[in-house]
């Protein structure tokens, strides 16, 4: 089972396999090799995401929109991300339009900015135009839990506590949590040094879920192989994301990946290999500065990690994952870095050790043909013209080019997109309702406290007067029974 929140329907595959079936016996060309044929349609699946974690907060729409046309070009499932920034460390840092993500209101609660959510949700929008998914971690637990500690350093008292996440994944999933766009919510983050209170992670995803929010659930890991199974076991996880990071060789990777794929029932993505490029400037035994991670390296990770079973790849380069502000040995360069990795060596290594199994946004792949170049043009200029779907980006990994045949279908497909934009209005209209009645019945249980106390305190008054009143009259007699003796004659 995938955790994806875009799982492909077998109609689709279904649709494809026709497809080619009805134009070959129109064109006579009957040379399809059934073996291929069983095999295409069997072979599963691996799901390939990309990393900018910090793009939601410093890149231009332009430079959105280049990055996703690209994703789509290239077959990436989505890419993920972090609500707030990471690098910077603050929740006020400042957008391109001058809004800041967050502030913290007198209480020590979490005001989300709507003008941030307004940015978030177009960034959503373009995902989905081109069949894409982002997928959000709401806050990085290594900044901002408290409890944390800074680097192994002293203990942080950042701002995200039990008591405060509900409400930040309310706002959060209020604007969001519905959104078609949206692949999963990325709970954790980093966090190497101390273990956050899961009570923070728990009451976060009640407040998406409070909203309406369905996206699979998991929690990034730090780079500890006892810790990959952190919260496994919790409800609100649906898959295990166990980062194995930058500092290991190949063989260490495959044998934590398999560790967790053994342990756990739920599905298991490979989320977070060795970056492409990047030059840690912590204590690294492998790497370092002047010894980046290479196209090679890259491969050997992806090749190890796929045979473990994973259902899907988080690939990162150095360039993109922080939008080029220039650590671990970024250029510097901002967005233009980042854009400028695109397609890069590690990326076409990662993409080619996929192959057949990667399912391309907006494509329906269909097994090889033998057929003759005239009986193969006839079959082009037969299928569909839809090669501005998906929001009106062409996507060249689904043309047809030599022996192999890709019929491009919808980014989305229409009854299925209508389907599950019917049950998140339903499971949000639901969501309403209960916080309706939850809220009702508190306003009634405060009107009824509020009355019954009035009636108490009437009751009390009552009471006390009548007390005070009998007090009072005893007091006035005994006084006036000694005023009438005192003026009674003594007897001589």
């Not at 196209?295 to 796929?306: I, Q, S």
């Amino acid at each position: 089972m995938s955790p994806s929140v875009r799982t492909r329907s077998s109609a689709v595959a279904s649709y494809g396999f026709a497809l080619l079936a009805a134009l070959l016996i129109m064109t006579g060309a009957t040379q399809i090799v059934a073996a291929e044929a069983v095999e295409a349609q069997a072979a599963s699946t691996v799901e390939i995401y990309d990393t900018a974690w910090q793009l939601p907060m410093h890149a231009s729409f332009e430079e959105i929109e280049t990055y996703f046309n690209h994703l789509q070009q290239a077959g990436f499932t989505g890419t993920w991300v972090s609500f707030f920034d990471i690098l910077k460390a603050n929740i006020n840092t400042t957008t391109p339009e001058g809004h800041v993500a967050a502030t913290i209101d007198s209480r020590g609660q979490f005001v989300v900015s709507q003008g941030y959510l307004d940015r978030v949700v177009r960034i959503l929008d373009m995902a989905e135009a081109r069949g894409l998914t982002v997928s959000i971690a709401p806050i990085w637990a290594a900044i901002y839990a408290n409890g944390r500690q800074n680097h192994c350093g002293a203990a942080n008292s950042g701002p995200l506590f039990a008591w405060n996440a509900f409400s930040l994944g309310w706002q959060i999933g209020d604007r969001i949590g519905d959104h078609a766009g949206m692949g999963h919510w990325l709970m954790g983050g980093d966090n190497y040094c101390g273990v956050e209170d899961v009570k923070i992670w728990r009451q976060l995803s009640a407040g998406l879920s409070d909203r309406g929010s369905t996206q699979p659930t998991t929690y990034h890991s730090p780079a500890i192989p006892s810790r990959h199974l952190d919260n496994v076991n919790e409800g609100w996880l649906d898959f295990a994301a166990p980062q194995t990071g930058h500092c290991q060789s190949e063989s260490n990777t495959k044998r934590q990946l398999e560790a967790v794929v053994k342990a756990t029932s739920k599905p298991v993505l490979a989320a977070e290999l060795r970056y492409e490029g990047i030059q840690p400037a912590w204590d690294c035994p492998s790497h370092g500065p002047g010894r980046p991670v290479t196209a090679t390296e890259v491969r050997k990770d992806v090749d190890v990690a796929l045979q473990t079973g994973v259902q899907g790849i988080v690939f990162g380069h150095n360039e993109r994952w922080q939008w080029g502000i220039g650590v671990h040995g970024s250029s510097g360069r901002g967005g233009a870095g980042a854009l400028a990795s695109l397609g890069s060596p590690g990326e076409k290594q990662l993409l080619d050790a996929v192959g057949s199994r990667l399912q391309k946004p907006g494509c329906n792949k269909v097994p090889k043909l033998k057929l003759g170049a005239a009986a193969l043009a006839d079959l082009n200029a037969a299928a569909p013209d839809r090669s501005n779907s998906g929001g009106g980006v062409a996507n060249p990994g689904c043309q047809v080019g030599g022996d192999r045949v890709a019929v491009e279908a919808p980014g989305v497909d229409a009854d299925e997109a209508a389907a599950k934009k019917a049950k998140r209005a339903e499971a949000r209209k639901a969501a309403k309702k209960k916080a309706a009645e939850k809220k009702a019945v508190k306003k009634a249980a405060k009107k009824a406290e509020k009355k019954a106390a009035k009636k108490a305190a009437k009751k009390a008054a009552k009471k006390a007067e009548k007390k005070a009143a009998k007090k009072a009259a005893k007091k006035a007699a005994k006084k006036a029974a000694k005023n009438a003796a005192e003026k009674t004659p003594t007897p001589s």
